[in-house]
């Protein structure tokens, strides 16, 4: 199993670019989460999903988008970089997760390093 | 201003030494959960707590939810240089999942 993946792992983007972010696991887990690392403010969750076809906005969701066609992938579109968009962005899974009052332990990608000029 | 406050922000010991780091918040928590993050890596899961004033071990590391299930611990013993990292902790409940902003411990050969 390769867990979860990421990819890029660093990206550089222009102010007003837009891309995606990509995030892929193999262990056949319901739930999907994005989360932004900034220093000295730990990670925030973006936008998590419980399930194909089903998404919810976390704590900072403005600015980004996504969506949860399969399972096994769920991506991260900014579709106007802004250079308060550099971070390091985290794909994390678990088979269930704390919307269902499940403790499943949570497996964390490795992360793409965005910078926005 | 962060839900979670960890403390302290850094620390720095000799091998050996015992330490403990905490995570206190002004808000009740369904479960809590410790993790540990070297640098360039996703964090990785020590422990989750769920019922107030639990205990768990995990070799060194002792943790503990406190009574009203609002703050946590992480205790280690005779500290090795293998324990350096980030250690955050986590809290959730149903609508939300909120970490804190970590301890950097680094721990001296």
């Known amino acids: 199993n390769a867990g979860v993946t990421q990819t890029p792992k660093f990206q550089v983007l222009k102010t007003g670019q837009s891309m995606t972010l990509q995030c892929a696991q193999d262990m056949n887990h319901e739930y999907m989460s994005w989360y932004r690392q900034d220093p000295g403010m730990g990670l925030r969750l973006i936008h998590y999903?419980?399930?194909?076809?089903?998404?919810d906005q976390g704590e900072v969701p403005n600015g980004y988008n996504v969506s949860r066609s399969t399972t096994e992938d769920f991506p991260l579109r900014l579709l106007s970089a802004a250079p308060s968009q550099t971070s390091v962005y985290f794909c994390a899974s678990s088979s269930r997760g704390w919307a269902s009052g499940a403790t499943d332990t949570q497996y964390f990608g490795p992360g793409t390093r965005l910078t926005v000029l | 201003t962060q839900l979670l406050e960890q403390s302290p922000q850094f620390l720095s010991i000799q091998e050996g030494e015992n330490l403990t780091v905490y995570c206190n918040s002004s808000s009740v928590f369904s479960s809590l959960q410790w993790y540990r993050q070297e640098p360039g890596e996703g964090p990785v899961l020590l422990v989750t707590?769920?019922?107030?004033?639990e205990v768990k071990k995990l070799k060194r590391l002792t943790f503990q939810f406190g009574d009203a299930r609002k703050d946590s611990s992480l205790h280690i013993t005779a500290a090795q240089p293998g324990d350096t990292g980030l250690y955050l902790c986590a809290g959730a409940n149903p609508d939300d999942m909120r970490f804190g902003a970590g301890t950097r411990l680094t721990v001296k050969p």
């Open positions: 707590v769920v019922t107030g004033g």
């Open positions: 999903s419980v399930g194909a076809g089903i998404t």
